[in-house]
């Protein structure tokens, strides 16, 4: 009964190889986030979609981008992943804004060599 | 924008003691409070939300307290147990605006017996 998915749970890249994440959801939400966390902080919006309509967050490197093709599955593309870029990287998902209840998926640990 | 301070960092209690964390946020229009846990290497899970047209909620063992005028809100633990050990994230949100969770840099909570 996964709400949220994220594939792969681990992900492996080499420094400036292009890497994809993928997150789906069950639920049709309006909404689709992307967090990225690192160790011990607390997670840090890269941006979101709401239906169709992308809100980049005005700190979040243009190394980052991202794709919803339709209501269940976005994607984040990293371009060129640096060092600094190893993180977990979590989807979430919420009804309309997010002062509705966020879902978060289980996230993609991302490892950069 | 909006800034979330959550305190303290750490917490140790014994079993059965009850355990409270804080949170302070900036902006008055804030109007959404979610409490989130993560377990180590898993996702943040809704614990506990309140919204400001409220002062207290109360769901089991948890309960939490929000002071519009102050602007601050708490997190209240009763009775807790070994798997209440966790990292407690606290987060605040501005209606009407495609709008984020701003989060509290957490406080990891240790339950020894």
């Known amino acids: 009964d996964a709400m949220v998915i994220q594939n792969p749970r681990y992900q492996v890249t080499q420094f400036g190889k292009p890497v994809t994440l993928s997150c789906s959801q069950t639920?049709?939400?309006?909404?689709m986030y992307w967090y990225q966390q690192k160790s011990s902080q607390a997670p840090k919006l890269l941006f979101h979609?709401?239906?169709?309509?992308?809100?980049n967050e005005a700190d979040t490197p243009d190394n980052f981008q991202s794709r919803r093709p339709n209501t269940s599955f976005c994607f984040l593309d990293i371009r060129s992943p640096g060092l600094g870029d190893a993180a977990m990287y979590l989807c979430?998902?919420?009804?309309?804004?997010?002062?509705?209840?966020?879902?978060f998926g289980p996230g993609t640990r991302l490892t950069v060599l | 924008g909006e800034n979330v301070e959550q305190h303290p960092s750490t917490l140790s209690v014994q079993e059965g003691d009850s355990a409270v964390i804080k949170c302070t946020y900036s902006?008055?229009?804030?109007?959404?409070f979610p409490w989130y846990k993560q377990e180590l290497g898993k996702r943040p899970q809704l614990i506990i939300d309140?919204?400001?047209?409220?002062g207290e909620k109360k769901d089991q063992r948890i309960a939490v307290t929000l002071n519009k005028t102050a602007k601050h809100f708490s997190l209240h633990i009763t009775e807790t147990q070994p798997e209440d050990s966790a990292v407690y994230f606290c987060?605040?949100?501005?209606?009407?605006?495609?709008?984020?969770?701003?989060f509290g840099t957490g406080t990891r909570l240790q339950v020894t017996l």
């Open positions: 987060a605040a949100s501005i209606a009407g605006t495609a709008s984020k969770l701003t």
């Open positions: 902006d008055s229009a804030s109007n959404y």
């Open positions: 979609y709401y239906d169709k309509d992308f809100n």
């Open positions: 639920l049709n939400h309006n909404v």
């Open positions: 309140i919204r400001s047209n409220v």
């Open positions: 979430a998902t919420s009804r309309v804004t997010s002062t509705d209840t966020q879902y």
